[in-house]
């Protein structure tokens, strides 16, 4: 199983670009999350999804755009990017069923910098 | 918003030490999790908590869930070289809100 992948690894994006940071799970788990870590910080909730077609916003969702159009996929939009929004990007997922519903299983993060 | 204070914020110990860390906060938690992460990795999970004064072990690892909901511990004992590493709690404010709130980490460092 390859769990949590995400794409890309790091990246550097000029301000005003925007890109797309990709993340798919493969352990069919229903629920799906963006977070980001700012540095010596802990992790902020960006968007969550509980299921294909279904998203809701977290903490900090300014600045960014998510869909989930399937169980595996849940991709993170930049539009204007700002030198604030650099940060590590963890998505993560759990199976949002039984006692371990929010147990979540993260990727290994995408680095962004905005210059 | 709710915050978790966690400490100590970083701790260098020598190997074969005990070790031993909490998250407090004003609010109260229906679920504790703890995570480890290490450089350029995402966190893993390490124990879930449930309910008010559980205790539970993963090997070396012990964590409690407060009686007042509002605090956890993580307990590391007989420390190794590869216990390094960010350690999180992540508190789950209402059940099925499918939103956790984290510490801002606890860094350790082991020393041979």
């Known amino acids: 199983n390859a769990g949590v992948t995400q794409t890309p690894k790091f990246r550097i994006l000029k301000i005003g670009q925007s890109m797309t940071l990709q993340c798919a799970q493969d352990m069919n788990h229903n629920y799906m999350y963006w977070y980001r870590q700012d540095p010596g910080m802990g992790l902020k909730l960006i968007y969550y999804s509980v299921g294909a077609g279904i998203t809701d916003k977290g903490e900090v969702p300014n600045g960014y755009n998510v869909s989930r159009s399937t169980t595996e996929d849940f991709p993170l939009r930049l539009e204007l990017a700002a030198p604030s929004q650099t940060s590590v990007y963890f998505c993560?997922?759990?199976?949002?069923?039984?006692?371990?519903?929010?147990?979540?299983?993260f990727g290994q993060g995408t680095r962004l910098t905005v210059v | 918003g709710q915050q978790l204070n966690q400490s100590p914020q970083s701790m260098f110990i020598q190997e074969g030490e005990d070790v031993s860390m909490n998250c407090t906060s004003s609010?109260?938690?229906?679920?504790w999790l703890w995570y480890k992460q290490e450089p350029g990795e995402g966190p893993v999970l390490l124990i879930a908590?449930?309910?008010?004064?559980e205790l539970t072990s993963n090997g070396r690892l012990t964590a409690q869930f407060g009686i007042t909901r509002k605090d956890s511990f993580l307990n590391i004992s007989a420390s190794i070289p590869s216990d390094v590493g960010i350690y999180f709690c992540a508190g789950q404010l209402r059940e099925g809100t499918y939103k956790y709130i984290f510490g801002t980490g606890t860094r350790l460092k082991v020393l041979a």
């Open positions: 993560a997922s759990s199976t949002g069923i039984g006692r371990s519903d929010t147990e979540a299983f």
């Open positions: 908590l449930y309910k008010a004064g």
């Open positions: 609010s109260i938690f229906n679920t």
